[in-house]
């Protein structure tokens, strides 16, 4: 039996960092991806570009994770700083995944378009950014999985359409 893909889960939140609420994109992302993906890591920390970085970097340069999922920080506030962050650590950029996820929520949800979200390549490392709410988190999870196997195999260098 082949072994699960491993995902790291992080989500970007001041005020769940800083225990002043309970974090809920975790639990979201456990429910979707658990049956499917190995959970090597998960954190919550502040929305803090430096400290994204260095946990993106750890996590795909020591290969920890094929996946890595973001929650948080990808709207228009003064903190939220993930986009930036994570396209200076990429080697490439996979704008579909991104492009997917807003369009599935453009018809029901206007400020989806506001979402600065993006999805690369570190390594043989996918990363992809999803927005900070419980909801978005599991509309975004259910647009993208379907094609995570497939992107997975591909950056392990197996195509079976080959």
Partial sequence: MTPKPSVALIVLSDRAASGERADACLPVLRERLADVYD??????????????????IDLADRGEAALIITSGGTGLGPRDRTPQATAAILDYQVPGIAEAIRAAALPAVK????????????NKTLIVNLPGSPKAVAESVDVILPVLPHAIELLRGENPHE
């Fill in 39 to 56: 959970i090597v890591r998960e954190a919550v920390i502040p929305d803090d570009a430096s400290a994204l970085q260095a946990e993106l």
């Fill in 111 to 122: 400020t989806a378009m506001l979402s600065r979200g993006i999805a690369g390549v570190r």
